[in-house]
């Protein structure tokens, strides 16, 4: 069965740079074409996309937050990574790992998910 | 940027059907998923591809489509159904995904 788990430090300061990694057990994250994802939450908001990359290395990001994004992936190590640089308070919430499921025809969905990560920005 | 429209709240009580809508200028082009998210955990997928339904999710969970307009359907609600329910579909080149704000269902 399918598992991701999310790690990483749970507190960053302003302006610093936020990383995390994402670690796929479970299966192999060296599948044809398939994406993986990261996801966040905000305290007692919705749900944000951020970006996904593919077991190649292709990525692409949310427009809203591409400047500051780089998703890559570890073959060897069966791990995709975040980090999301110059944070704010507003970059606070809960952040999500997930498998990116569909094609072109199907579109694209979420499944399963990591468990999730709290990061809170302060100094 | 691409924006998908939830209701913030819906209510119903036990055994009622409950439905939430999502609305969206690509929904005729873009498929439609639906999460469910119970407090403290994360988001489990209950449909895709507008009204597919994943294997292990209750058969009380539909989902249907028309025009800008995409709906989930929970049949015969019970108390274990309460939650926030999130839609996500896609920009029109499909490569940009978006979330629904989400909306919470309350069981009363």
């Known amino acids: 069965q399918l598992q991701l788990q999310e790690s990483g430090p749970g507190l960053v300061k302003p302006s610093e740079t936020l990383s995390l990694t994402c670690t796929v057990s479970?299966?192999?994250?060296?599948?044809?074409?398939?994406?993986w994802a990261w996801i966040r939450q905000p305290p007692g908001k919705g749900l944000e996309w951020i970006g996904s990359?593919?077991?190649?290395?292709?990525?692409y990001y949310n427009p809203s937050l591409k400047s500051r994004v780089t998703i890559s992936v570890d073959t060897p190590k069966n791990q995709f990574s975040l980090n999301l640089r110059s944070v704010t308070a507003a970059d606070t919430a809960e952040y999500y790992c997930?498998?990116?499921?569909?094609?072109?025809?199907?579109?694209?969905?979420?499944?399963?998910w990591g468990q999730g990560t709290l990061v809170t920005v302060s100094s | 940027s691409y924006e998908l429209t939830q209701p913030p709240s819906v209510s119903v009580s036990p055994g009622q059907t409950a439905t939430i809508t999502c609305s969206g200028d690509?929904?005729?082009?873009?498929?439609a998923y639906w999460y469910q998210q119970k407090p403290g955990q994360a988001p489990i997928l209950v449909i895709f591809k507008d009204t597919e339904r994943p294997s292990g999710i209750p058969e009380r969970f539909s989902g249907s489509g028309s025009g800008t307009t995409v709906t989930l359907t929970i049949s015969g609600v019970q108390a274990e159904d309460e939650a926030d329910y999130y839609c996500?579909?896609?920009?029109?080149?499909?490569?940009?995904?978006?979330f629904g704000g989400g909306t919470r269902l309350t069981v009363l």
């Open positions: 690509t929904l005729p082009n873009q498929y």
């Open positions: 996500q579909s896609a920009d029109t080149s499909g490569t940009y995904k978006v």
């Open positions: 997930a498998r990116q499921v569909g094609d072109i025809l199907t579109g694209y969905w979420f499944d399963p």
């Open positions: 479970g299966d192999s994250i060296n599948r044809n074409n398939t994406y």
């Open positions: 990359v593919c077991d190649s290395g292709s990525s």
